[in-house]
C-alpha cells in the first residue's frame, strides 16, 4: 500500500510519484498495489490508520517532505504497534536528506528509499520476499543489528520505459490547481511529468541535491503519447511537474510539433527558467496549448541573485516576462524576500521592479532555510542552525538571519502586493489586461483573482511550522510504498 501523509489541502495535485512506483510494482513483479491518497481526501491520521487495517497489506510506504514528516511518523507509530508484521518504508524529500537521523529516532521504520523509487522499491519487495538483505539496492537506508546501512543514491537515467502512471488508481479526490489561491483548473485536471531534475545549483533549493544535478528527460513521441492517453481519458488541463520544461528549447519544438500532428487540445501550464524563454519557442508553445508559464525571478538586485546562485540577471527577468506576453501567455512570476545580505533598500528595488514587469500573477515569499539545501547545509556547518531546528523553524527571521524582523517583512510583502495592484490601476495596464483576455481564453479567470486576491499576503506570512502548527503543504515529489 502506497499513501501520501495525512492532512487537510485545498491544493489537490495528484501523488503523481506514487503513480509512478504502483506501476512500476506491477509491471515487475505483479503485486496488488492501493495507492491512497490521505492528503487530498482531507483524512485524519486514525481514518488512514483504519484504512490500512482494513487493507492489510504486507509492505506499506509513504512520501514526506518537511512540512509532512511528523503527520506520516505519526501514522508509522500507529502502524508499528497495531500491525507489528508489517513492513514499514518511507521516503521523499525530507527522508532522502534526514535519513540517518530518522532511522536512529524511529527504529521501527523498517527501510528508507532515498531519491527516486521506481526501480529500489520493486527490487526491495524482492528482498522481504525472500527475507534476504537488500545490499545491493542503490538508495536503501536501514538498520542491521542497531548499525545504520546508507547504500548511495542513483538516479534513473532512461525515463522512456518507465511504465506510465494509472491515473484511475486514484478515488474520491477530485483534483485542481490553485497558484496563491488563484484558480488555474478549467475541466478534468492532472499532472505529468517529462522530464526530471536540475542542472542548476540555487541555494534555497533541494532539487539540484535530489537529483545529484543530473537533467533527464523523455522523448518527444514519449511525451505526446501520454498526452493522447490524457486526452483519451478526458482530461482538459496538464500541469507539468518539471522543474525547468524548457532546458532544451529544441526538445521544446520537437514536442509541440508533435503535439500539432497528433491533434492534441489540451490546457498547458509548466514552469521554465527566464534564460531559455525566447520569444520564438513561447510563441510555439502557445501555439499547441500552453497558456500558462511559470517564472522564478526571487530578485531585481544582482548581488540577491547572485547570492542565491540564480544565474540569472534582472534583465534576463524582463526579457522573458516580455517574451511570454508578447506570445500571449498568462505570466505567473514568484519572488522571495529576506536574504541574509539583502538590505531593505534591495527589496524595494524588487517591488519596483514588479510593478513595471506587471506579471499577470505574483507570488511574494519569505526565504525558507530547508533541509538539504545549500542555505540549510552551510548554515548548520557554521552552527547558525541545529540540525533539528526545522521541527520548529524553518522561516529566515527565525534565525535572525533576516535583515528585518517578521513585521518589518510582513510589512514588506503588503507592500509587495500594494504595489503589484497599483500596477495595473493606470491605462496602460487596463489596455494590456484587455488585450491579454481577447487572445487568451484562460487569463480572465486568472488575472480577476490575482488582482483582488488579499489572501496571499497573509498566506505568505503564516510559515509552516510542523511540531507546532502541523499544517502540511502539497508536495510535487513522490516515494513510498
Not at 477530485?174 to 531534475?197: A, Q, V
Not at 483573482?449 to 502540511?472: L, Y
Request: hydrophobic share 35%; charged share 25%.
Amino acid at each position: 500500500m502506497l499513501c501520501t501523509p495525512p492532512g487537510k489541502t485545498t491544493e489537490k495535485w495528484p501523488p503523481l510519484g506514487l503513480l509512478y512506483i504502483a506501476a512500476s510494482i506491477k509491471q515487475k513483479r505483479k503485486d496488488e498495489v492501493e495507492v491512497v491518497d490521505a492528503f487530498c481526501m482531507n483524512l485524519s491520521k486514525d481514518e488512514l490508520v483504519a484504512r490500512v487495517k482494513e487493507y492489510r497489506p504486507d509492505v506499506f510506504g509513504m512520501n514526506c517532505s518537511t512540512h509532512t514528516y511528523l503527520q506520516a511518523i505519526e501514522v508509522y507509530k500507529d502502524l508499528s504497534n497495531q500491525m507489528p508484521d508489517m513492513k514499514l518504508v518511507l521516503g521523499g524529500y525530507h527522508a532522502t536528506f534526514a535519513s540517518e537521523s530518522i532511522l536512529r529516532q524511529n527504529p521501527f521504520i523498517d527501510f528508507i528509499i532515498k531519491g527516486e523509487a521506481e526501480e529500489a522499491f520493486p527490487m526491495l519487495l524482492d528482498h522481504i520476499e525472500k527475507g534476504t538483505e537488500p545490499m545491493d539496492v542503490a538508495g536503501i537506508s536501514y538498520l542491521k543489528d542497531g548499525q545504520q546501512i546508507n547504500n548511495k543514491l542513483a538516479l534513473i537515467e532512461k525515463l522512456d520505459p518507465l511504465p506510465s502512471p494509472d491515473r484511475t488508481m486514484l478515488k474520491g479526490v477530485e483534483y485542481g490547481y490553485h497558484h496563491s489561491g488563484i484558480p488555474l483548473t478549467f475541466g478534468k485536471f492532472t499532472t505529468m511529468s517529462t522530464s526530471r531534475g536540475c542542472p542548476y545549483d540555487c541555494r534555497y533549493c533541494s532539487c539540484a541535491a535530489f537529483s545529484l544535478r543530473h537533467w533527464r528527460y523523455r522523448s518527444a513521441e514519449s511525451v505526446v503519447s501520454e498526452m493522447e492517453e490524457l486526452q483519451r481519458q478526458g482530461y482538459k488541463s496538464v500541469v507539468l511537474v518539471d522543474d525547468n520544461f524548457t532546458q532544451r528549447p529544441d526538445r521544446v519544438f520537437q514536442i509541440c510539433d508533435l503535439m500539432e500532428e497528433k491533434g492534441i487540445h489540451l490546457r498547458l501550464y509548466c514552469e521554465g527558467r527566464v534564460n531559455t524563454a525566447g520569444l520564438d519557442m513561447l510563441k510555439r508553445m502557445k501555439q499547441v496549448g500552453f497558456d500558462v508559464i511559470y517564472f522564478g525571478c526571487e530578485s531585481a538586485s544582482p548581488k540577491v541573485l547572485e547570492y542565491y546562485n540564480k544565474r540569472i540577471n534582472p534583465d534576463m527577468i524582463a526579457q522573458a516576462v516580455g517574451n511570454a506576453k508578447e506570445a500571449g501567455m498568462i505570466v505567473l512570476t514568484s519572488f522571495i524576500l529576506g536574504a541574509e545580505i539583502e538590505t531593505k533598500e534591495d527589496m524595494e528595488q524588487t517591488l519596483q521592479f514588479i510593478r513595471r514587469l506587471r506579471p499577470h500573477a505574483v507570488e511574494i515569499n519569505i526565504l525558507d532555510y530547508l533541509v538539504g539545501t545549500p542555505l540549510w547545509n552551510e548554515a548548520v556547518e557554521k552552527g547558525i542552525i541545529k540540525p533539528e531546528d526545522w521541527t520548529t523553524n524553518h522561516r529566515v527571521f527565525e534565525y535572525g538571519l533576516s535583515p528585518l524582523d517578521k513585521d518589518g517583512l510582513q510589512q514588506m510583502v503588503n507592500e509587495g502586493y500594494d504595489t503589484y495592484l497599483d500596477a495595473w490601476k493606470n491605462r496602460q495596464g487596463v489596455k494590456e489586461l484587455f488585450r491579454l483576455i481577447r487572445r487568451n481564453g484562460t487569463a480572465r479567470q486568472i488575472i480577476f483573482s490575482n488582482i483582488f486576491n488579499r489572501d496571499a499576503r497573509a498566506a505568505v506570512m503564516n510559515g509552516i511550522k510542523p511540531f507546532e502548527e502541523k499544517k502540511p503543504v502539497p508536495e510535487k515529489l513522490e516515494l513510498a510504498k
